[in-house]
């Protein structure tokens, strides 16, 4: 695992930023005949970055037809809440650019599951049946907590290591019903991305760099992406930050 810090002056340059290198990377990946995976994330940053990606991704070389969009974490919540990150997503730049419907792979919300176990069982299913086997980027906000998607520290999903998804019944951050994917899903990775701004997180992103300390208190450390194989390196690892939250650093 390599792992990078970019810093940038402010929340929006950070987004700005990290929607041209995801766009850049999406064309790469097609332009040597693969349909990349891409996992998004929900939160204020990430908003920032798929409007970034709304603005920037029609006039991009993206053939926005051949690439499939998955969620790190969700919330069990109806399809319509304002609570639901691929309706955040959509609203940004899914429903505007093109994409193949088949190819956005959403965590069935509560009209579509009787529990959150039920949806975290659908989302294994989805991710086995349709995924590529390696996310070519996996973005993720990190929580002030130092949660990535929702694994929160010390919670038994952590230790999850025989499933790819599981249901989180008792979020601290609201609300309490999610599906998250497991560090064995996300570590299946060639590329994680942590984007993180603001003062409350560099506590949280000081401790995930930290050249020792423990995932059970800082999920973000548990990110690390694919190890190096025969065929292919390490995964990278970068922390996209604003200056408010690298100031700890
Ligand atoms: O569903 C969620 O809440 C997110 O996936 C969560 O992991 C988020 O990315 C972090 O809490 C950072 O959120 P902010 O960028 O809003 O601080």
């Known amino acids: 695992m390599s792992t990078l810090v970019e810093v940038f002056d402010d929340a929006d340059a950070l987004a700005t930023a990290v929607a041209g290198e995801l766009l850049a990377r999406i064309v790469a990946a097609q332009r040597s005949g693969h349909v990349p995976h891409i996992g998004l994330t929900g939160g204020s940053v990430a908003d920032r970055i798929h409007h970034a ?4 991704g029609p006039v991009s070389d993206v053939d926005w037809s051949r690439v499939d969009f998955w969620w790190g974490d969700e919330r069990f919540v109806p399809a319509d809440s304002p609570d639901r990150n691929a309706g955040q997503a959509r609203r940004a730049f899914l429903d505007h650019v093109g994409v193949d419907p088949e190819r956005v792979h959403e965590v069935p919300p509560t009209d579509h599951a009787a529990t959150v176990d039920d949806a975290a069982s659908a989302y294994a299913r989805e ?7 390696a996310f070519e980027v ?4 990190i929580g002030p907590d130092g949660h990535v998607a929702s694994l929160f520290p010390g919670h038994p999903a952590l230790e999850v290591t025989d499933a790819v998804t599981v249901a989180v019944h008792d979020s601290p951050k609201p609300p309490p019903a999610r599906v998250s994917l497991t560090f064995e899903a996300l570590n299946r990775s060639r590329a994680v991305w942590l984007v993180v701004s603001g003062e409350e997180k560099a506590e949280a992103v000081a401790r995930a760099l930290a050249p020792e300390g423990d995932v059970r208190e ?3 450390r548990g990110v690390t992406g694919l190890p190096a194989s025969d065929d292919s390196p390490a ?3 970068v922390f996209f930050l604003d200056r408010a939250a690298a100031s700890h650093l």
């Open 138 to 141: 996996l973005m993720l906000g």
């Open 127 to 133: 991710l086995r049946e349709h995924g590529s086997g």
């Open 235 to 237: 995964a990278e690892v």
């Open 53 to 56: 990606l709304g603005e920037h």
């Open 218 to 220: 800082t999920p973000a």
